[in-house]
């Protein structure tokens, strides 16, 4: 768990990051999976949320089993497969990640190593293991897809997001996972590697412009191990004019091993106490051979190495581990130690290489930040700090969060709808190096051929390659070393594709005079999520012609002429991309003129010029990826999705129909305790209470008989027919004191109003008096209607209906709050005004004024001319309130 101020500074400062939104309720999330356990991050946009978070599963945890289970007709996902792994482990589904797009033989061999004995069969069209259930048969691909929409719901039902993924999974892998995802409905905005999210939030509250640092980030979880080097910075950009620094990291390298993890030390144990139960039994007995009790062991095994980390000692008991004997046993951290020796030295073979390809040395690295569950063992640490030469570890990150909260701030700064106020710069580079090969008619099988894409390569890129050749060809995509291979990968070659198209356009451009050989351009891309694939393909075809164009340096009489006889010559077809280009030194002198001697056939003011036109024409490709790699074909896909929705469907019945009995069971043990109270026996007869408690009984016996495999449709019917009978009694009980209440109220409003009226008589005389009588007897009447109701209620027993309800006494209480807020709205009249009435000088002097106003105006002189118009008077007058202004 993550400190309380690390909590707290995190949350301050992703408020501060999240600025600008889009959409108001607009959001993003990431998802940690695991070969073990996934974690989620949601990014939040709503107020009154906090700005990130770890998503809790229905248990209240922040991590969830990566498992999916079948059993008994029912999909289990997360902490219910968890809850059956013990008793049925060849129904619980476990590693899946690990096995996305992976061989058959690689699976059957994983599986063995870690005792899961399931059901599997290898596919024919992609040579994939296929898991047999109890529902159906499922590939890896679907079982992940089935935790991304679990990973869903929890989520929110966002559908953007960021997956993470070890820095050793392949293409094929990573197109699988893109797979899965999109049959869980989840729009991928990337994939990014762990090591990237665990840098970026490790980096995003920090300030690099005081100097570069060197992190190495070492990160050994359940399966695998891997050591990331990574560089932070700073650099100055400009931003609204203002030139500010702005930090940044790279990924430097990254190297790993993927068969080392915690769950190999716990093999270890397993093994050590496997032995022991075997010679503690005898007569040949191997509890090995038992898939349930090696699913006992282990889930046991776990939790002591688990206590071995806080303690020297931890003791081991399982029950009914083996025809229904119990085990029970102890074990040392000394012990434990030895017996996974070899591991440890193991373990720094990722952090060494690192470094030596590096060139760096220890003391170059700043920080070596530890995340995975698995960096809590004692011994792994220290050898580390020997390796090291440190007396402590920097573990500054939480070692199961990190890699969430860092994606989720990927995702927040990749995403459309969210802005980030402040940046951290990532630049992620290809764990593997790779080759491009093309073979086809007519070339040279060597190195010439080939073209290599290094390692470290940066995330997205876009490589080009031009190829001179006139015949249909084949792409390949290759790992670039045998020594970085994805786990299982039986050959290097991950992609092959058909171009075609290239022999058509060569042959359709042959009659014309080409000034360059056919060349094929293929358009590579090495996406954000670290996939490299052939995007596109085109031909590139170059012709030379003689054109008549306008002559230059014409008179303007000529070029009248010339621009009246130049005709332009149509373009190339809408299928195709045409350059032109002049050729103004005349051309190829080897290209004749047709028109050179024939004056006639050139038109008065044009010339003949050679021309150069390129021609693109789109080539078609086709995928011919076979094996694992291969993707899945749109009737493959839609079916898998089918499948999916089925169960969705399903689970969703389930879940409703659970609920729905809960809530009849519930409601049948509420009502029978409330029936045999006090208060009841007011508002019911004996009968009516026996009558009741019979039904009850009645579909209580049905519920644990015959209602143990009923649908929710037969619940919720026999839910409704007891709420017929049940609802007017509760009804009647709470209006024992819901209508007192009710009628108390009225009463004081009534007070209220009487001196509410008599304020308006002296603060708003205005008032008329017609509505203030009209308030008066609305009032009244209200007042008797309460009094009558109350006296019927007094003579009507509680068992049968009420006089009146708490209801209608509400309503009529806010019928008379809306006449009083209207007649209280009533604004106060404006005072009138009356002019003052002249006297008959003034009138006569008026008339004077007027006359007098009437002959200036008919008289012109010079000096009206000369007089500033009312505009420059204006200006004028500004400019002296200008000055005067100054002056103040």
């Known amino acids: 768990m993550l400190p309380a101020t690390m909590l707290l500074r995190l949350g301050l400062l992703v408020s501060m990051l999240l600025v600008n939104p889009i959409l108001s309720e607009s959001a993003v999330w990431s998802i940690d999976l ?382 459309d709808g969210i802005k980030l106020n402040r940046k951290l710069g990532m630049i992620d580079g290809s764990p593997y190096g790779y080759v491009i090969e093309v073979d086809g008619p007519y070339l040279p099988k060597d190195e010439s051929t080939k073209q290599i894409i290094p390692r470290m390569k940066k995330l997205p890129s876009k490589i080009f390659r031009s190829i001179v050749h006139n015949k249909d060809f084949e792409v390949s995509l290759a790992y670039e070393s045998d020594d970085f291979l994805p786990p299982g990968t039986p050959s290097r070659t991950f992609a092959q594709y058909a171009v075609s198209g290239l022999a058509d356009a060569s042959e359709k451009y042959a009659s014309r005079n080409l000034s360059a050989p056919v060349k094929a351009n293929l358009h590579f891309s090495l996406s954000r999520s670290g996939i490299f694939s052939l995007d596109r393909a085109d031909a590139v075809i170059e012709i030379t012609e003689w054109v008549e164009v306008p002559r230059k340096n014409l008179t303007v009489d000529n070029s009248t002429f010339a621009s009246a006889n130049t005709s332009t010559e149509s373009g190339p077809s809408s299928t195709e991309e045409s350059d032109e280009k002049l050729n103004t030194d005349g051309g190829n002198s080897n290209i004749s003129d047709p028109g050179a001697n024939d004056s006639s056939t050139i038109s008065p003011g044009t010339e003949k010029k050679l021309k150069k036109r390129t021609f693109r024409v789109p080539l078609k490709i086709d995928d011919k990826t076979a094996g694992p790699g291969a993707s899945l074909s749109k ?144 009032a009244e009447k209200v007042k008797n209607w309460l009094n009558q109701k109350e006296a019927e209620q007094k003579n009507t027993p509680g068992y049968e209906k009420s006089a009146f309800t708490s209801e209608e006494v509400y309503v009529k209480v806010f019928d008379l709050q809306d006449k009083v807020n209207k007649v209280n709205k009533i604004p106060k009249p404006k005072p009138k005004i009356e002019k003052p009435v002249k006297n008959e000088t003034e009138s006569s002097k008026e008339k004077a004024d007027a006359t007098n106003s009437s002959e200036e105006g008919k008289e012109e002189t010079a000096a009206d001319a000369e007089k500033p118009s009312p505009d420059e008077k204006a200006d004028t007058q500004s400019k002296d309130h200008e000055s005067d202004h100054d002056e103040l």
């Open 34 to 415: 695991g070969s073990e356990w996934f974690k989620i991050a949601v990014v939040n946009l709503k107020p009154g949320q906090p700005p990130i978070s770890i998503a809790i599963n229905e248990m209240s945890k922040r991590k969830t089993p990566s498992l999916v289970a079948f059993h008994s007709g029912s999909r289990l996902i997360g902490e219910e497969a968890s809850g059956i792994a013990a008793r049925y482990p060849h129904k619980v589904y476990s590693h899946l990640r690990d096995l996305i797009s992976k061989p058959y033989p690689h699976v059957s061999k994983t599986l063995a190593l870690r005792y899961l004995n399931y059901d599997i069969s290898p596919e024919e069209s992609r040579n994939v293991a296929v898991f047999k259930t109890d529902n159906a048969d499922f590939t890896a691909e679907e079982l992940v897809a089935m935790l991304l929409k679990y990973a869903v719901g929890l989520a929110g039902s966002v559908k953007d997001a960021v997956v993470t993924v070890p820095p050793y999974m392949g293409v094929a892998e990573r197109k699988g996972l893109l797979v899965s995802a999109e049959l869980a409905g989840i729009n991928v905005l990337a994939l990014v590697n762990e090591h990237s999210g665990a840098a970026l939030q490790y980096g995003i509250d920090k300030d690099f412009s005081n100097g570069s640092r060197h992190v190495i980030f070492y990160d050994m979880g359940a399966g695998s191990t891997y050591a990331a080097l990574v560089y932070y910075s700073a650099y100055n950009t400009k931003e609204f004019g203002k030139t500010v620094s702005a930090n940044q990291f790279q990924v430097k390298d990254v190297r790993w091993d993927a068969e080392l993890g915690g769950e190999h030390m716990e093999l270890r144990l397993v093994e050590h106490f496997a032995d022991e139960f075997n010679k503690q039994v005898g007569n040949g007995v191997d509890i090995r051979k038992s898939p349930k009790a090696m699913a006992k062991l282990k889930k046991q095994v776990k939790r002591t190495k688990e206590i071995l980390s806080a303690n020297t000692a931890a003791p081991i008991s399982v029950e009914s581990i083996y025809d229904d004997r119990d085990f029970r046993s102890s074990i040392t951290r000394e012990k434990f130690e030895e017996l996974c020796d070899g591991l440890w030295e193991k373990a720094l073979v990722p952090l060494k290489e690192v470094l030596t390809h590096s060139g760096l040395k220890i003391e170059d690295i700043y920080a070596v930040e530890l995340i995975g569950g698995a960096t809590r063992v004692p011994k792994l640490q220290a050898k580390l700090q020997e390796f090291l030469g440190r007396k402590e570890l920097d573990r500054h990150l939480d070692s199961d969060e990190a890699i969430a909260l860092g994606a989720s701030l990927h995702a927040a700064n990749i995403s």
């Open 635 to 778: 009737e493959s896909f839609s079916e898998a999705k089918s499948k999916l929705e089925a169960l969705d469907k399903k689970d969703e019945e389930r879940r409703r129909t659970a609920e729905l009995k809960n809530s009849l069971e519930g409601y049948i043990y509420d009502t029978r305790d409330k029936l045999e109270s006090e208060d009841f026996a007011k508002i019911s007869t004996s009968q009516e209470r026996q009558s009741f408690i019979e039904k009850l009984d009645e579909v209580q016996e049905w519920l644990y008989t015959d209602g143990e495999d009923a649908s929710a449709a037969q619940f919720q019917e026999h839910l409704d027919k007891l709420k017929a009978i049940g609802d007017p009694i509760f009804f009647r009980r709470n209006e024992l004191t819901a209508r007192p209440a009710a009628s108390d109220h009225a009463r004081k409003y009534l007070n209220e109003v009487q001196q509410i009226v008599r304020g308006w008589e002296t603060n708003k005389s205005w008032l008329p008096k017609g509505k203030i009588d009209e308030v008066l007897n609305e």
